[in-house]
């Protein structure tokens, strides 16, 4: 069965902290998504990913395909990174379906 | 480019009536998908279209749901009739060729149906 599982569920953080959010899938993927959504409800993409590591200012997202894992990194965090953080994966042979992981709830506390 | 569109924004309906949800992608993507999103289930994929033809309608979850891409520009999903547990936030996200294409979401319809 493709699975996606992320945790935690929840995080709190002081601003300042180093935040590691974790995801893991069951099968072989062709590519890997962090979403982040906004309090108002918004969805934006942050990251896709196929291999190794990219990074967007002080977001870094890492994948390890043959432990079938990434994680998304923030470096710095600040209240404004208080959203929720989605992992979303493209399974092989899934053309382009989304199976979406339950969501992380980041909250960083000034 | 002003994104992905989605209309209405909020929706409240009662049950027995029909509902219609509008979508414009992004120019020129010509990938477009409908999500739905509720506490239980988080995001699901419904249906998605390729060159407005669906290429995979299994997340649809009955025949009380439909939805169409009669342009490159335009899609819309159906409910008829609604059902209070169709209440749930529906997200329409658009990309571009390519498998590797990251896609954009629109803001989202926030249906209720009492």
């Known amino acids: 069965k493709n699975e996606v599982e992320q945790s935690p569920q929840n995080l709190t953080a002081q601003e300042g902290e180093f935040i590691t959010i974790n995801c893991s899938y069951s099968v072989g993927i062709s590519a890997l998504h962090w979403l982040q959504q906004h309090p108002g409800g918004g969805i934006v993409s942050l990251f896709m990913l196929s291999s190794g590591k990219k990074k967007h200012g002080r977001l870094i997202a890492t994948i390890n395909i043959q432990e079938k894992h990434s994680s998304l990194h923030i470096t710095a965090s600040h209240p404004r990174d208080s959203a929720v953080y989605i992992c979303a994966v493209q399974f092989s042979g899934s053309a382009r379906q989304l199976t979406f992981g339950s969501g992380t709830q980041l909250t960083v506390l000034p | 480019d002003a994104g992905v569109i989605q209309s209405p924004r909020h929706e409240v309906t009662e049950m027995g009536q029909e509902v219609t949800l509008r979508c414009k992608p992004i120019?020129?993507?010509?990938?477009l998908f409908w999500y739905r999103q509720t506490m239980m289930r988080g995001l699901e994929l419904l249906i998605y279209?390729?060159?407005?033809?669906?290429?995979?309608d299994s997340g649809m979850p009955e025949d009380r749901f439909s939805a169409k891409m009669p342009n490159a520009s335009f899609s819309t999903l159906k409910i008829q009739p609604s059902e209070p547990r169709d209440s749930a936030v529906y997200f329409c996200a658009s990309s571009g060729t390519g498998i590797l294409n990251e896609q954009f979401f629109g803001p989202g319809t926030r249906l209720t149906v009492l």
């Open positions: 279209f390729n060159n407005n033809v669906p290429i995979d």
């Open positions: 120019s020129g993507h010509d990938y």
